[in-house]
């Protein structure tokens, strides 16, 4: 699994993870391209942290130099917003599918990945281990949307496939669903631990 903070030494314990400090970045990133500033209470509100957990979050980021922070919110730093191109990853607004897990859901789409997927069950256990009730994958290949090994998600879930299909699609993208019975911080956890588990498999077996 890719890693990006480190491991608190002695007794010292963080109020926060890789997972959490993914969904704050992909939260921003997501204002970020629309040219949009954040602030700490709307953070909060898209992904079910405390504000004490932001605050947290965001000084660590601002910290590892991803992060611009002024009176008005919140941006990512030309570093964070590299950083965040180079994962290929970004969010997704979905309505609630039950094709997926949970009352709560957070999607991804992660560039260049689904190549590195089977079936689908790694993302499932990355997700279970992060606190969160699973997740669902979703291949994009030959213009086609697939659950894992070959359930056409164009043909048996179409509005599900309308609502992916709106954003920009590209050959090979992985579409990831996290999803809690808990809350959104669960949820992003779930699906941030399935796509950093493959980020990282793919940076150790590149040359």
Not at 128 to 147: A, E, P
Not at 183 to 204: E, F, H, T
Request: charge should be neutral.
């Amino acid at each position: 699994m890719l890693r990006i903070l480190e491991e608190p030494s002695g007794k010292t314990r963080m109020r926060f993870n890789d997972n959490d400090l993914m969904f704050v970045m992909e939260t921003i990133h997501d204002r970020h391209v629309r040219r949009r500033r954040i602030g700490r209470n709307e953070l909060s509100q898209f992904t079910g942290m405390e504000e004490s957990v932001i605050r947290g979050i965001t000084g660590k980021l601002t910290e590892l130099g991803f992060l611009d922070t002024t009176r008005g919110g919140s941006v990512l730093s030309p570093l964070g917003v590299d950083f965040i191109d180079a994962l290929g990853v970004s969010l997704l607004h979905l309505k609630y599918t039950d094709s997926a897990f949970g009352i709560h859901q957070v999607t991804l789409r992660v560039r260049d990945m689904s190549d590195r997927v089977v079936f689908g069950v790694e993302q499932r256990d990355a997700a279970l281990k992060s606190g969160g009730d699973g997740c669902t994958t979703i291949f994009y290949r030959n213009d086609q949307l697939l659950m894992p090994p070959n359930w056409n998600v164009d043909e048996n879930t179409p509005e599900l496939s309308e609502q992916i299909r709106r954003y920009d699609l590209r050959e090979n993208d992985l579409i990831l669903i996290g999803g809690s019975n808990i809350g959104l911080r669960q949820a992003g956890a779930a699906v941030n631990s399935a796509m950093l588990d493959l980020v990282g498999k793919r940076s150790n077996a590149s040359p």
